[in-house]
């Protein structure tokens, strides 16, 4: 009993403290930089997609190869966001010129489920790929379509 009295006129003697003042919210210091990925990191994950968009195709997985399109279409449009211009390049409007009609070419083929046309936009994709990096100045960054996967913990061939 002599416990239970202690907690109670402990929790009470607790309760009894003054609430801890809340800064207003025009104190409230503004944060002064917004986090933005390095444009290299951009445009790793966008070849990270790239990778498992081929695996997709090639196994006829077509909403995984939706997915990944919609995917580096956030990428690009990320790096278009933070990096419109990066060390006097144009990569906004790189970017569209070159990604957006490959990227159409696959959204096509993926709809009509027609993987002839799939691997022919998915060139048409690493040409363009590569026609932007030459455009940028990085004509040392080739990307061509993918002979193995690093992701063996990921199923590629559809469930259906």
Same mark, same amino acid.
């Given at each position: 009993?002599?416990?239970?009295?202690?907690?109670?006129?402990?929790?009470?003697a607790?309760?009894?403290?003054?609430?801890?003042?809340?800064?207003?919210?025009?104190?409230?210091?503004?944060?002064?930089?917004?986090?933005?990925?390095e444009l290299?990191?951009?445009?790793?994950?966008?070849?990270?997609?790239h990778?498992?968009?081929?695996? #997709?195709?090639?196994?006829?997985?077509?909403?995984?190869?939706?997915?990944?399109?919609?995917?580096?279409? !956030?990428s690009?449009?990320?790096?278009?966001?933070h990096?419109?211009?990066?060390?006097?390049?144009?990569? #906004?409007?790189?970017?569209?010129k070159?990604?957006?009609p490959?990227?159409?070419?696959?959204? !096509?083929?993926i709809?009509a !489920?027609?993987?002839?046309?799939?691997?022919?936009?998915?060139?048409?994709?690493?040409?363009?790929?590569n026609?932007?990096?030459?455009?940028?100045?990085r004509?040392?960054?080739?990307?061509r379509?993918?002979?193995?996967?690093?992701f063996?913990?990921?199923?590629?061939?559809?469930?259906?």
């Amino acid at each position: 009993m002599k416990i239970f009295i202690a907690m109670l006129a402990g929790g009470l003697a607790f309760g009894a403290l003054p609430a801890r003042a809340e800064t207003p919210a025009a104190e409230t210091p503004a944060p002064t930089a917004q986090y933005a990925p390095e444009l290299a990191d951009i445009m790793t994950t966008a070849q990270w997609r790239h990778l498992k968009l081929s695996y #997709a195709g090639a196994l006829h997985n077509w909403t995984l190869a939706e997915f990944e399109v919609g995917q580096m279409r !956030k990428s690009f449009a990320a790096a278009s966001k933070h990096y419109p211009e990066y060390e006097n390049v144009p990569v #906004a409007a790189l970017i569209e010129k070159f990604s957006a009609p490959a990227l159409a070419d696959l959204d !096509k083929a993926i709809h009509a !489920k027609d993987a002839g046309g799939f691997f022919k936009a998915f060139e048409r994709l690493n040409a363009a790929c590569n026609s932007c990096h030459q455009s940028a100045g990085r004509p040392f960054i080739k990307i061509r379509t993918p002979t193995s996967s690093p992701f063996s913990n990921q199923v590629f061939r559809p469930e259906n």
